[in-house]
T-cell receptor
């Protein structure tokens, strides 16, 4: 079935280094992808999104790359800080008629631990 | 600008009981989606409300129902609670006429004993 998954369940990174979180998706009809950050006891927080007509999008210290050929999505965090420690989820929306809704399908998440 | 709010924060119920969770969307948003997040897993889509109607539903039994009010706020109702219903229930809001970005609230932690 349709699913969004992550390669690495836990990522340990040194403070100041760059982090890369990977995500594979299986539904080639997906047209919108989004990354969320979830800290303990909180709801998912929007980080960055990208549509399928783009390959790359940059935000503040974050970059999302989309490779539709291999159905792969990645989130790069530059100069990782202790406050970046959290669980990161990628999610996809399958292209449907807008009136049918825009549910998100989430993967299992990757925990990022930033070492001082 | 008020974000998504949910109430209550925590809730403890026993098997067989019924529960109602509440959500107020982000200011200006008209669409509300509900998700269930089990411990250590990603959120699972329950359903989405727009114009006071359920327009999309995930793989959840009829025990899960909802409602959207004219002010766009929403309720999630779960009947005949099971132990497996213990989870974090998340509400997300979006603007239908705009992008697909959904913004989440802090969630309601439901424990069923």
């Amino acid at each position: 079935g349709e699913s969004v998954g992550l390669h690495l369940p836990t990522l340990s990174v040194q403070e100041g280094d760059n982090s890369i979180i990977n995500c594979a998706y299986s539904n080639s009809a997906s047209d919108y992808f989004i990354w969320y950050k979830q800290e303990s006891g909180k709801g998912p927080q929007f980080i960055i999104d990208i549509r399928s007509n783009m390959d790359k999008r940059q935000g503040q210290r974050v970059t999302v790359l989309l490779n539709k050929t291999v159905k792969h999505l990645s989130l790069q965090i530059a100069a990782t800080q202790p406050g970046d420690s959290a669980v990161y989820f990628c999610a996809e929306k399958t292209a449907v008629v807008k009136a049918a809704g825009n549910k998100l399908t989430f993967g299992g998440g990757t925990r990022v631990l930033v070492k001082p | 600008d008020a974000g998504v709010t949910q109430s209550p924060t925590h809730l403890i119920k026993t098997r067989g009981q019924q529960v109602t969770l509440r959500c107020s969307p982000k200011s200006g948003h008209d669409t509300v989606s509900w998700y269930q997040q089990a411990l250590g897993q990603g959120p699972q889509f329950i359903f989405q409300y727009y114009e006071e109607e359920e327009r999309q539903r995930g793989n959840f039994p009829d025990r899960f129902s909802g409602h959207q009010f004219p002010n766009y706020s929403s309720e999630l109702n779960v009947n005949a609670l099971l132990l497996g219903d213990s989870a974090l229930y998340l509400c997300a809001s979006s603007l239908d006429s705009s992008t697909d970005t959904q913004y989440f609230g802090p969630g309601t932690r439901l424990t069923v004993l």
